[in-house]
């Protein structure tokens, strides 16, 4: 019987490769593998759907479906269309046609509370990959998935559609992704890159792989599980540090200081042995990673059974803890603008509310999870009337905007009772107090910062009732 091994040296390297899920993590790295030596032909795959399928031809066309700013990504497009080294496609049978197959497809969960992922986009494609999948192919899971997946359910998911085996007939690997939108090329190409196979054919495979697009960073080789994990872990320690640093910045509200004042100290500790990694509090954690990483972590550790875990009886997950502290800072959003409303004699009740920034992250059209929408929720839900802002969000093709989303600044902040800043957007960085307080026409605005975009004595000094999270010492200012 011809082993694994020969099937691949058969093969030869690498050359064609499919990627599939046509987003944030997909197309980056299909344009890189596009455009490294060797690579003879690159296809996205992206189902013709409703939602989604208008990128075919905007990507065949040399245009990037994703509107924040990506420094390199439209220029590389062009490049990799016009060679005809990349295509995208809906057609699921070229997967035939390539040595290696990634799939970075989304993998939410639909009640964190549940602990149960909806895996559905994910095992389709693994199914549609499952069923033109060819002899000494390799698959690779990006996906960011619950601890034993690639080793579990995926496997057993392709070899049944395939009727190959995995080990033996073609390798399977877990590479998870490691990007942050806004610079998407760059972490691919820099960052070390966890490769994890299910047997040591499938992890030489995969590096062989990654190293195709790798400058700075390294292949960090590893099992399946421990690539999982690695994914999971990461995401889920950034998270505990946002979770710490809110945590804090709540403390210092309550005791009328200045967060920033002691992260500064905190942060000025130095020398060897001392790491203080201290982030940034803000409005709340949003996108596709952070809110749900941990609870797939959880998961795993959870599927092993009820003794597997040696842990202290009734407390809550550390991890999960976070996630509560992080989730909740969009209800105190609300709350520091109910305190402000009150300093003017208004309530939320019939306010009218300027929300600027609907992306989670500054200057990037990606709206996944944003902690604007729970704000957004609560505020109507509360009897204020609020217009949103967003200079890079596009209402047509980003997930559950809310009517009437607007581009135009100085439209949504007019007549408002109060502006609530949910991004760092640039262009909210450069608000003018005097500008914004005339176009809000009432005494006493209101302004809530929640990213630490504006100078609160300046704003103080205006006129407006100020809200800051952590600036204790500033919010219990008196009106001018």
Known sequence: MTSLQELIEQRGPIRKIGVFGMGYVGIPAALLFADAPGIEHVYGFQRDSPTSGYKIARLNQGESPLKGEEPGLEDLLQKVVSSGNFSCTPDFSKVAECDAVTLAIQTPFKDP??????????IEGIRNVGRHLTPGTLVVLESTITPGTTAGMAREILEAESGLVAGEDF?????????????????????????????????????????????????????????????????????????????????????????????????????????????????????????????????????????????????????????????????HMLHLTTSALAQTGKTLKGSKIALLGWAFINDSDDARNTPSEPFYEMAIAAGAEVRVHDPWVDPATAPDVPAGLSKDLEAVIRGADAVVVFAGHREYRGLVAERVEGLCGCKWPVIVDGRNVVDPDAWIRAGFAYRGIGRGGKNGHSLK
């Not at 490691?178 to 960052?191: A, D, K, W, Y």
């Open 113 to 122: 509370k549940d602990l149960l992922p909806d895996f559905t986009p994910l």
């Open 171 to 331: 390798a399977l690997a877990h590479a998870p992704e490691r990007v942050m939108v806004g610079r998407l090329l760059r972490n691919i190409r820099e960052h070390d890159r966890c490769v994890g196979g299910i047997d040591e054919v499938s992890t030489r495979r995969a590096v062989e792989l990654y190293s195709r697009v790798l400058t700075t960073g390294q292949v960090i080789p590893m099992t399946a599980t421990a690539a999982e994990v690695t994914k999971t872990a990461e995401n889920t320690f950034r998270d505990l540090q946002i979770a710490a640093i809110n945590q804090l910045a709540l403390y210092c509200e309550a005791m009328g200081i200045n967060v920033y004042d002691v992260r500064d100290g905190v942060a000025s500790l130095k020398g060897e042995g001392i790491t203080r990694a201290v982030l940034w509090p803000g409005a709340g954690v949003g996108g596709h990673c952070l809110t749900k990483d941990t609870y797939h972590l959880e998961r795993g550790v959870q599927q092993l059974g009820p003794n597997a875990l040696d842990f202290p009886d009734g407390r809550e997950s550390l991890y999960t803890l976070a996630r509560g502290i992080n989730d909740f800072m969009p209800a």
